[in-house]
């Protein structure tokens, strides 16, 4: 009786639609998963296709490019980036076009003139970079031959504890890095609630949960056709909306940058504007989430590790803030910030320049109260080349990176 | 917790299987203790007032039914307890708000409240049905013996937070009777989920922020631009709130139980009278049964049923939100519906008028009329303020170009035409969204039609394996990574 039942049972199963349906698309699902593995080349999947071009979409696209490693690479947060394309605006008295501006030109032609050689830099200074994000770009990208010779990374304590963010792993560069690369060796540390890790665990068993990037960039170019055949109109890849629209929508939706929406110009002759954010601040810094801030110290001590095992230079540069945006922090938090973050440097034999002095870097060089403007910018490289050449174990290693051609 | 969620795809699946293992006594209690863990899963301290209502409510249905004479006093305490309740957590501010805006030109002091008051989800969908329970008990239905049949009525976590709002005489019979499961019960369940998060998730989701960027800066565009937001915003929400609706009813029929529909093609409506007929039926149908009629309804003269519908649907409106926009938008279908009446007097009386009305051609230029009357109410709904609504409604009916600053951006042939939207490139949906908004007015008909088991049921079983696999495989890729929430879960 019991032999006859059982394919019965199994009968009335299959007999549901909604079953067969969800079997169709595991094995769908399984059937993506053995094509990756076995014949990748018939399904094309390229994380360098992407439906939202990013920034860091941006970086990691030239990054590619490069004929070979760059022997000194930037790493940071916005309080980077401004300085960098703020820095070569003025320096060179030209735009900078963000999308493909990935290297500093200043910091170039200050260290030749200080060493008497040639660098290539490339900078993955990136708006939101948490020190995790610096981790993985660093885990990812600056290895074999592509490693530099030195890291320079600017950091502030916004890296480290940003109440806006719910998880590492929940920002834009860390969800792209996670399709260029393998990051599961750091899947705990990085994942927030146990919902997320779920999801984590979900796309490393799903073909079709983890190319979900790839399926909408399909849906993108399938659409951007049609809109081509039915309008006759061209430019789809070209972003001509207004920022501060575009801005309210990323409040929801992933970054995309068209190669001409941001340029950085060189600064006026008078006084450059200054923007008051300390509200956004005190947002980020409205709660100390311990459990957040060790976490990120953990992969900045990663970070570390990693180039002491590679040979690569590490300079932390504790970035410059305005008096009052420091003033925001809960009480305490600064001081123990600098003390854990030297400790670590300490610990693996790199190098921290702590720049956050207001005698060096006044108001007016900041265009709010974390950013530098243009000349701010100039000023920053300008004192970090001195600080590289006074510190004589990184200017053995810079010395010897350079070119002599 | 959310319906299009990872929690929600592992708590179902979970209830369905303890459900449907357990003994048939124990099926409401799980039900029940299921329910409770899905409220609190956002703040676990309003399990309290849930249960405080339930309870209060429970008692005071007996009341009133045991009580001659004095029902009246019991019902009365009764709505008054739970209007006050949905008062005190949804209008407080408002009131305060408002009553602070009328002092000032006085000069008087200001109000305002010294603590904070957080909205409980649900509490408008659970307290209407609480009152339609006393209501209709003091109309002379049978009190709900089972306590637990009828916390279970209230919380029952398809419907807990946005409904449909559902009838007790309706709901309680399925609950007493035993459950049966088949396959083709589990199918239609699944395919309504499946249909609900395709509605919610792809095109809600994604319309959103189309939707979001156009009524956040509605100055940068031009009339026609705003024409294509509020269609936008039209499709929004009702794919998200008829989406919502699906998945609810899909999930109450996986442990066997009906769940009223509450939208029936919404924007084929042929009047704005015929529009509330097909849409939030269960709210519409509560206000007329439990608001409309008690006011003396349609059986009074002429000005006091056109005040009865006014006073109706502005309270319907601002049973939305405590908010003077949706007041508006309440006040604006009310004026719609006295307008409707009166042209039906007149139509009545001119029989060229009727005949041309009552033509296909008439029919379809009515359907359309009346769609661009309802988005102009969306408009209210959606804007952050009245003044916005206001300024955004000038703008759509005198088809005011756009800015010279955003115009710039466009290239020549949308610069003639006057219109920024096209040159808007948003990841997630664009460029689909030009090509989307037609196909959107199909879909709305096509998704009505697809509710219809019927046509379900004749279609070859290969080809339903392959829709519903496409729907699941449509789901989980293109779900937008931060979803926003249901738009009725605010209510």
Known sequence: ??????????????????????????????????????????????????????????????????????????????????????????????????????????????????????????????????????????????????????????????????????????????????????????????AGSPWEQGEKRLSKVSFTYRHRPDFLYVQHRWAKELFRKLLGYEELDQVRSPLHVRKQAFLELPEDFGPTSL??????????????????????????????????????????????????????????????????????????????????????????????????????????????????????????????????????????????? | MLFNSFKYALFLPIVFALFWLCPQKWRVWILLIASYVFYMSWRPVFILLIIGLTLVNYYLGFAIHKSGKRKKHWLALAVVLNLGTLAYFKYAYFLTETVSQCLKPAGLPQLSLPFEIILPLGISFFVFEFIHYVVDVY???????????????????????????????????????????????????????????????????????????????????????????????????????????????????????????????????????DFWRRWHISLSTWLRDYLFIPLGGSRVSKWLNYRNLIITMTLGGLWHGAAMHYLLWGLYQGVLLVAHKEFQNVKAKISWLKNAIDSKAGKIASVILTFHVVCIGWVFFRAETNALALSMIGRMLTFTPATELALGQAPGPLKTLAMVLPTINFPLIYPAIFLLLPVLAIAHVAMGWLNTTTIIERTPKTAKVIWCCAMMFLVIVFSPDKSPRFIYFQF
Not at chain 2, 205 to 234: C, E, K, M, R, T
Request: charged share 20%.
């Open chain 1, 1 to 190: 009786m019991q032999g006859e039942k059982a394919p019965n049972k199994l009968k009335v199963l299959m007999s549901s639609y909604a079953i067969c349906a969800a079997l169709l698309l595991l094995s769908i699902d399984l059937g993506g998963r053995l094509l990756t593995q076995y014949a990748p080349q018939v399904l094309s999947l390229s994380p360098f296709k992407a439906a939202n071009r990013s920034w860091v979409w941006w970086n990691v696209r030239d990054f590619n490019e490069l004929k070979s490693a760059p022997d000194i690479v930037l790493l940071g947060s916005s309080l980077m980036m401004a300085p960098l394309h703020g820095g070569d605006a003025a320096h060179l008295n030209l735009p900078q076009n963000v999308a493909f501006h990935h290297h500093s030109q200043l910091l170039e032609d200050l260290l030749k003139e200080k060493f008497g050689r040639t660098y290539r830099t490339f900078a993955f200074a990136l708006g939101g970079e948490m020190v995790s994000d610096a981790y993985v770009i660093a885990h990812t990208l600056l290895k074999d031959d592509r490693k530099p010779k030195v890291i320079i990374y600017g950091i502030a304590p916004r890296d480290f504890m940003d109440s806006a963010l719910p998880s590492a792993s929940s920002t834009e560069i860390f969800k792209y890095m996670d399709r260029v690369g393998d990051l599961s060796e750091i899947d705990k540390e990085s």
């Open chain 2, 139 to 273: 109309r002379g239905s049978e009190p709900i013996k089972s306590l637990s049949a009828f916390a279970l009525f209230a919380s029952f976590f398809p419907t807990q937070i946005a409904g449909p709002i559902k009838r007790f005489q309706d709901f309680i019979p399925q609950f007493l009777a035993p459950a049966q499961l088949s396959v083709a019960i589990f199918d239609s369940a699944i395919s309504l989920i499946l249909l609900g998060l395709f509605k919610k998730v792809l095109i809600a989701d994604n319309l959103s922020f189309f939707v979001q960027g156009g009524f956040s800066q509605p100055h940068l565009f031009s009339g026609l631009d705003l024409w294509i937001f509020a269609y936008a915003f039209a499709f929004q929400i009702y794919f998200d709130f008829s989406g919502y609706t699906d998945i609810a009813r899909g999930s109450a029929n996986l442990f066997g139980y009906k769940v009223p529909i509450n939208f029936n093609l919404p924007y084929l409506a042929c009047n704005i009278s």
């Open chain 1, 263 to 405: 340029f950085v110009t060189p600064p006026p002759v008078i006084a450059e504007p200054y923007k008051a954010n300390l509200e956004e601040y005190k947002f980020r810094y409205r709660k100390l989430n311990l459990k957040q801030f060790n976490s990120q110290l953990a992969f900045l001590e990663r970070l570390l590790a990693m180039a002491e095992d590679d040979d690569t230079r590490v300079v932390i540069i504790n970035m410059p803030l305005t008096t009052d945006n420091v003033a925001l922090m809960p009480a305490g938090f600064y001081q123990s910030y600098l003390e854990q973050v030297n400790g670590i440097v300490k610990k693996h034999q790199a190098l921290f320049l702590d720049l956050n002095d207001p005698t060096l870097f006044p108001q007016k060089y900041f265009t709010d109260s974390v950013h530098l403007n243009g000349r701010g910018g100039q000023h920053f490289f300008e004192v970090l080349a001195d600080r590289l050449k006074q510190d004589q174990q990184t200017a053995a290693v810079i010395e010897k990176a350079g070119n002599t051609k």
